[in-house]
Structure formats: C-alpha cells, structure tokens
Nanobody, 122 residues
Framework: QVQLVESGGGLVQAGGSLTLSCAAS????????MAWYRQTPGDQRELVAL???????NYADSVKGRFTISRDNARNTMYLQMNSLKPEDTSVYYC????????????????WGQGTQVTVSS
C-alpha cells in the first residue's frame, strides 16, 4: 500500500506563491505518473498538472505559465510550485500517484492524498 502526505497549502494574497508537496511512503516497487488535481464544492475534480515517470509534464490551460510540477524520485516526493496565484485558484488540491506495487507486475494502481486547502484572497 501507498500513503500520501500533502503539505504546503494555506492562505495567500492574489499574485502570491505557494509550493505544495506530496510525499509517498509505504510498500511499493516504483512510482509511475504523479499528478495534482483540485476540486471546489459542487464542481468536478479537475486535473491541474501531471508528470510522468520520465519527467514529461502536462498542465491545464488555466495554470500554464504559472504552475510548475516537479518530482524528486530519490525522496518519492512531488511538488507543485504555484506562482501568480488568482482567486479562482482557490480550491482543495489533491495529489494522485500511480504506483507499481511489485517487481512481478507492471500494473499501476492509483492512490490519492487527503487534500490540502489553498485559498487566494483578492
């Protein structure tokens, strides 16, 4: 199993920056893709950014040029650097990690973090 611990959320003024972290621990063979999602009450959870095991990055159009996703494979940790934050970025941010649990399988299983609140004031 994989446990994910998120940190770094909080309250920031518009134009400010925050960095979210997601640390994976537990019993697994390797980590595959890693991603950040966000969800506001009444809305669907949306993909914000994704980084593959090889380091390829994809971003939602709404955050391109402002957010940067990265990963530290040695620490099993993913980051989301958020700059030029806007009030519409206010949401609960969730990390999702795909993990290969054993060297005997190529199957990737997804795990979710508990979420961290990001609030951007105008």
């Amino acid at each position: 199993q994989v446990q994910l611990v998120e940190s770094g959320g909080g309250l920031v003024q518009a134009g400010g920056s925050l960095t979210l972290s997601c640390a994976a621990s537990g019993s697994f063979f390797s980590l595959d893709h890693m991603a950040w999602y966000r969800q506001t009450p009444g809305d669907q959870r949306e993909l914000v950014a994704l980084i593959s095991s090889g380091g390829s990055r994809n971003y939602a159009d709404s955050v391109k040029g402002r957010f940067t996703i990265s990963r530290d494979n040695a620490r099993n940790t993913m980051y989301l650097q958020m700059n030029s934050l806007k009030p519409e970025d206010t949401s609960v941010y969730y990390c999702k990690v795909g993990a290969v649990l054993s060297w005997t399988t190529s199957k990737v299983r997804d795990y979710w973090g508990q979420g961290t609140q990001v609030t951007v004031s105008s």
